[in-house]
């Protein structure tokens, strides 16, 4: 069966510091992988999809299916990217979304 | 509404009631999804529709749990005889694609029921 896991539950640096959020996942075939984010008091919403390697919000994140990881980085945080971020999985076949637990990050200032 | 919408945001039941939680979606997606989210934990998979037909419910986690979309719009999530352990958000969301290429999913702010 798929996985997903987030190893940090927590996560602090300072404003204008780098930050990487861990992700790695378990699948035997060719998976689909997402970041979604929910901001305080908001709905959770998609940050960005590995197929669209595009960069959101100055976020990146590489799927190297080597270390079956799809780590989210971005060079220099903001306050504004305080949130709690999602890692997800959608199997090749499949429609439903598997979830890492998250990981909840603050940006000090 | 622009968005994924759901009611009650709130509801306490207590052990042994039914409940109820409605989830309706940004009008004209295909696809229908509800999530369970316990405290502390990521998002878990309950069941899918495409249209009104219910094509995966392997993540519902007993026969008290029930869902319905009858008419391909508005879903209902139903929970018979309510436990403490299905205290949680409950979370909908869709998709404008279908299948295995529903890619983005929009949510809704979820329904948080507490059993006491």
């Known amino acids: 069966a798929q996985r997903v896991t987030q190893p940090e539950k927590l996560l602090s640096v300072f404003k204008g510091a780098p930050v990487e959020l861990k992700c790695n996942y378990s699948?035997?075939?060719?998976?689909?992988l997402f970041w979604y984010v929910q901001y305080s008091r908001q709905r959770l919403q998609l940050l960005l999809r590995h197929i669209s390697r595009e960069s959101i919000k100055g976020f990146t994140a590489d799927l190297n299916k080597g270390e079956t990881s799809f780590h989210l980085k971005k060079p220099f945080a903001q306050e504004e990217d305080s949130a709690m971020y999602y890692c997800?999985?959608?199997?090749?076949?499949?429609?439903?979304?598997?979830f890492g637990e998250g990981t909840q990050l603050t940006v000090n200032p | 509404g622009a968005g994924v919408s759901q009611s009650p945001r709130y509801k306490v039941a207590k052990r042994g009631q039914d409940v109820a939680l409605r989830c309706d979606p940004i009008?004209?997606?295909?696809?229908l999804f509800w999530y369970q989210q316990a405290l502390g934990q990521g998002p878990e998979f309950l069941t899918y529709?495409?249209?009104?037909?219910?094509?995966?419910k392997s993540g519902l986690p007993s026969d008290r749990f029930f869902a319905e979309r009858p008419e391909g719009s508005v879903s209902t999530l139903k929970i018979q005889r309510t436990q403490q352990e299905d205290s949680a958000v409950y979370l909908c969301?869709?998709?404008?694609?279908?299948?295995?290429?529903?890619?983005?999913?929009?949510f809704g702010e979820g329904s948080r029921l507490t059993v006491l």
């Open positions: 699948y035997s075939g060719s998976p689909e």
């Open positions: 997800a999985l959608k199997m090749t076949s499949g429609s439903r979304l598997t």
């Open positions: 529709f495409q249209n009104e037909a219910q094509l995966d």
């Open positions: 969301a869709s998709s404008p694609r279908q299948g295995a290429n529903t890619g983005e999913l929009f």
């Open positions: 009008s004209g997606h295909v696809s």
